[in-house]
């Protein structure tokens, strides 16, 4: 498969998975729906009941043999199901094509249903469904009446910005943001955990389930998530949720950065990150600056080595960064003390460094003052427990890069 039909295969699995969240946030309460069941999203809503197949060619002209294969599908579905004339549940095929709608007549008639969607060749061989199948008139047209053909609708963009719309309307305090960046991921997360379950009964959920399953600031973004999102859309995730402050400056606060340095060691980069991490989560100095107002990041670089520490340190001394490392004096034993103290008019720390993980837990012992929170940037194991102070407010975030705290303070 080339990158180009990969790509329109993915859209179009998530274009699905975007028409079953819209179904159920339009549906009523008591709705439920059934991922890649008889069709691609089975809805369960007293008369508005739906067996909803999608299609999604962007690129495409429409031609009824991209979709007679479909129709033919579901009427052999009515047929198996004894052709009841009082069937609730409704046939739709919703789909979205470059051009070529018109070539869809509506309202559907027999002639055109049979001619177009249920005749077809195989080994020179005509093969008439309907005929095959002995249908009566009365139950084809019960099968027609059930039948409805989108050929127009909505494209990925304008159905993506449908969904986020009735997200703000159905999830109580939520406004665009917070929609497209906490629960339009949660939703995708929610309709494709669904679809891989083997056993149909659990692919079924219900609105309500659905909701709770979607209305939490908790975004699990897996790797398959970030093909659709890309690493971009998780930077900005992780700044709105961590890093968003109402006020005009950054409150005060203690906030330790645990960065997992793995196999990335390079020391401009790293420097780079600090200065930025540094500007960025530090207090802004002004002429009048009260001492109880000035603060700086903490920082701890796991798996970086005694060398490549000293690297960076001097790179910053030598750029005019001033830091603070616990340890008062050349061979010193660390002073936790010294490290939590306030950067003061005199010495404006930009930094300040915990040397080792075994360290974390005085440090944040001898911190007074403030509100403590700590950012694990870890890329496969997040920091042991034994190191973090039990009540500690320890968020472990996942990311795919040694520097994404960068990525996180540009979004």
């Known amino acids: 498969m080339t990158d180009r039909s990969a790509t329109a295969t993915i859209k179009g699995?998530?274009?699905?998975?975007?028409?079953?969240?819209?179904?159920?946030?339009?549906?009523?309460k008591h709705a439920s729906v059934t991922v890649e069941g008889i069709e691609d999203v089975d809805l369960d809503d007293g008369g508005d009941s739906a067996f909803v197949q999608c299609k999604y060619y962007e690129a495409t002209e429409y031609n009824h043999s991209v979709i007679k294969e479909a129709v033919i599908h579901m009427l052999r579905h009515f047929h198996t199901r004894?052709?009841?004339?009082?069937?609730?549940?409704?046939?739709?095929?919703?789909?979205?094509?470059?051009?070529?709608?018109?070539?869809?007549?509506?309202?559907l008639t027999d002639e055109f249903l049979k001619d177009n969607f249920l005749t077809y060749k195989r080994e020179k061989v005509e093969h008439k469904v309907h005929e095959e199948l002995k249908m009566t008139a009365l139950q084809f047209k019960a099968f027609r009446d059930l039948l409805d053909i989108d050929a127009n609708a909505l494209s990925y963009e304008e159905q993506q910005k449908k969904l986020v719309k009735l997200l703000v309307s159905e999830i109580p305090d939520c406004n665009a943001a917070d929609a497209q960046i906490f629960y339009y991921p949660n939703a995708i997360n929610v309709i494709q955990s669904l679809a891989v379950e083997a056993d149909e009964a659990k692919r079924r959920i219900t609105r309500e389930r659905f909701l709770k399953a979607v209305d939490r600031k908790e975004t699990i973004f897996s790797?398959?998530?970030?093909?659709?999102?890309g690493?971009?859309?998780?930077?900005?995730?992780?700044?709105?949720?961590?890093?968003?402050?109402?006020?005009?400056?950054?409150?005060?606060?203690?906030?330790?950065?645990?960065?997992?340095?793995?196999?990335?060691?390079?020391?401009?980069?790293?420097?780079?990150?600090?200065?930025?991490?540094?500007?960025f989560f530090s207090h802004k100095e002004l002429?009048?600056?009260p001492p109880q107002d000035r603060f700086s990041p903490y920082v701890l670089l796991r798996c970086a080595a005694p060398?490549?520490?000293?690297?960076?340190?001097?790179?910053?001394?030598?750029?005019?960064?001033?830091?603070?490392?616990?340890?008062?004096?050349q061979g010193s034993n660390f002073?936790?003390?010294?490290?939590?103290?306030?950067?003061?008019?005199?010495?404006?720390?930009?930094?300040?460094?915990?040397?080792?993980e075994d360290k974390l837990a005085s440090t944040i012992a001898a911190i007074t003052g403030?509100?403590?929170?700590?950012?694990?940037?870890?890329?496969?194991?997040?920091?042991?427990?034994?190191?973090v102070p039990r009540g500690s407010a320890h968020h472990a975030i996942k990311c795919g890069s040694s520097y994404f705290i960068q990525e996180v303070m540009q979004a």
């Open 223 to 229: 790797s398959w998530l970030q093909q659709k999102f």
């Open 335 to 356: 002073s936790a003390t010294s490290l939590a103290a306030d950067p003061t008019k005199e010495n404006l720390w930009r930094i300040k460094f915990i040397p080792a």
């Open 82 to 107: 004894g052709c009841p004339t009082n069937q609730i549940y409704r046939y739709r095929l919703y789909g979205h094509y470059k051009s070529g709608q018109h070539k869809l007549v509506q309202p």
């Open 370 to 387: 403030s509100v403590i929170e700590i950012y694990d940037l870890y890329k496969t194991v997040p920091l042991d427990d034994v190191f």
């Open 231 to 279: 690493a971009d859309y998780y930077a900005k995730l992780i700044r709105r949720k961590y890093f968003k402050f109402n006020a005009t400056k950054i409150p005060k606060a203690s906030r330790i950065f645990v960065i997992d340095m793995e196999g990335e060691y390079d020391v401009l980069k790293a420097v780079r990150m600090l200065v930025r991490l540094g500007d």
């Open 307 to 329: 060398s490549e520490l000293l690297e960076i340190k001097r790179s910053l001394w030598s750029q005019g960064v001033k830091f603070s490392d616990g340890y008062p004096f």
């Open 13 to 28: 699995y998530f274009y699905q998975f975007d028409q079953t969240i819209v179904r159920l946030l339009e549906a009523s």
């Open 287 to 289: 002429a009048r600056t």
